[in-house]
């Protein structure tokens, strides 16, 4: 990714070097950061993973970005940030995965890209169920909700077969026109429970309150 986004890397393009780093380093004065922010995007970052024992995978939601900082000078606390992300209707390319990793060889057994024009990036987090299913959900772009034409879209919940991989079902949330940006966004994971021996699985999403038109919560439960 770095490679791609930046053809001089190592070198950055003020002249200064790059250095790969974790989220919790703090920025220089003489080389960008990457990850130097806890609030920078990329990577697997945040997000809830989910291991199932039956098939010894891990499954893993992520995002493909980079987010490089530099301290202005060494007298003040402004920092330069250059961010290359894939994640809206703007900027072409993967913006995130769901990747399954064999915890037996630490080797990637299946994935998923989303392309930032159609899905954005990965952010909800991942659950897997015994009954051999993934559940995840891109997040969908609606930073540009307000903008006549613009391309916006909400995020999509997907189920996944856990051993293959194979997509078995899919919902879009729904992008309301005029409403705030992250209306129609999905960020949270799924949760799966029973009642009186059927089972349910929720998903937590962005919406929009009817009243007042703000953004507000939206649950959204299924039965399987």
């Not at 703090?26 to 990329?42: C, H, I, L, N, W």
């Not at 606390?77 to 209707?89: G, H, L, Y």
């Amino acid at each position: 990714m770095l490679k791609q986004a930046f053809p001089s890397y190592p070198i950055a393009p003020n002249g200064t070097t790059i250095t790969p780093s974790c989220p919790f380093t703090p920025p220089y004065t003489d080389s960008y950061v990457v990850g130097g922010s806890a609030s920078g995007g990329g990577g697997i970052g945040w997000p809830m993973k989910s291991y199932s024992p039956q098939t010894n995978y891990l499954y893993i939601c992520a995002q493909n970005g980079v987010q490089l900082k530099e301290l202005v000078n060494s007298t003040s606390d402004s920092v330069s940030t250059i961010t290359v992300d894939p994640r809206s209707s703007a900027v072409p390319g993967v913006g995130g995965s769901i990747v399954a990793l064999d915890m037996a060889t630490n080797k990637i057994v299946w994935r998923h890209d989303y392309q930032g024009v159609t899905d954005s990036d990965c952010y909800s987090g991942v659950l897997s169920t015994a009954g051999g299913l993934v559940f995840t959900a891109s997040k969908g772009n609606t930073y540009q909700a307000n903008t006549p034409g613009a391309a916006t879209f909400g995020g999509t919940f997907y189920a996944y077969d856990a051993k293959t991989g194979s997509q078995l079902w899919k919902w879009q949330n729904t992008v309301v026109p005029g409403t705030p940006p992250n209306a129609g966004q999905i960020e949270s994971p799924a949760a799966t429970y029973t009642v009186n021996g059927n089972q349910y699985v929720a998903v937590g999403a962005v919406g929009r309150d009817p009243s007042d038109g703000g953004i507000g919560n939206l649950l959204t439960v299924f039965s399987l």
